[in-house]
């Protein structure tokens, strides 16, 4: 069964820093992976996916992620934090030959000014 | 295009009353879904149909029910609420199972 960790339930970082949020998925097969950020009071939006091609995921609001296929990994990454970066980041992970998504637990990332 | 609308958004009921969660999407996708979100847990799926006049249980149906009415609607119930229901419910949609939209969420709190 595959299964999605977010080892990290709680990040603070001060504004402008740089920024790490670390999944780990365990999974046999090919798969998808996605990242998601929920704002207060909101439902989730894609910030980026992995498909196929290039392991550097480039998304939106600056974020990257790179896919590493040894390490089982996805890590989330922004050289540089906004406080309007607030927010719940979840990790996900789909088999490439499935249809239903499996999300980590989330990390919540504050950015302090 | 209105994306993903949830109703109601905020929902108090007492144990053993019934209730149904509508979702509507207008993205004419094919892939919908029923998640519960907890505190520490994530995302978990409740119910979801991978096209009109298809459902199938996720990871905790139990408790709960799901119509696929057409292509746009698909409705989540509770036939009779526990205080293990109280959550906030997403409903999403997906074309071609990859990237999913979400709906603002429903907060239900069962007494």
């Known amino acids: 069964a595959q299964s999605v960790t977010q080892l990290d339930s709680q990040v603070p970082v001060f504004e402008e820093a740089p920024v790490e949020l670390r999944c780990n998925y365990s999974?046999?097969?090919?798969?998808?992976l996605f990242w998601y950020v929920q704002y207060p009071n909101q439902g989730l939006q894609l910030l980026l996916k992995?498909?196929?091609?290039?392991?550097l995921v480039k998304g939106i609001n600056g974020f990257e992620a790179e896919f590493n296929k040894s390490q089982t990994s996805f890590h989330l990454r922004k050289p540089s934090v906004h406080i309007s970066d607030t927010a719940e980041y979840f990790c996900?992970?789909?088999?490439?030959?499935?249809?239903?998504?499996?999300f980590g637990p989330g990390t919540s990332l504050s950015v302090i000014p | 295009n209105a994306g993903v609308t949830q109703t109601p958004k905020f929902q108090v009921l007492k144990t053993g009353q019934s209730m149904t969660l509508q979702c509507a999407q207008d993205?004419?996708?094919?892939?919908m879904y029923w998640y519960r979100q907890d505190p520490g847990m994530g995302l978990r799926l409740i119910y979801y149909?991978?096209?009109?006049?298809?459902?199938d249980k996720g990871e905790v149906p139990n408790g709960y029910n799901v119509s696929r009415l057409n292509k746009r609607e698909f409705s989540l119930r509770l036939e009779s609420a526990a205080p293990s229901q109280t959550s906030v419910y997403f409903c999403?949609?997906?074309?071609?199972?990859?990237?999913?939209?979400f709906g603002p969420g429903t907060r239900l709190t069962v007494t």
């Open positions: 999974s046999s097969v090919s798969v998808y």
């Open positions: 999403a949609s997906s074309r071609q199972t990859y990237e999913q939209y």
């Open positions: 149909s991978a096209s009109e006049g298809t459902t």
């Open positions: 993205m004419n996708h094919n892939s």
């Open positions: 996900a992970v789909m088999k490439t030959s499935y249809d239903k998504v499996i």
């Open positions: 992995y498909l196929s091609g290039s392991t």
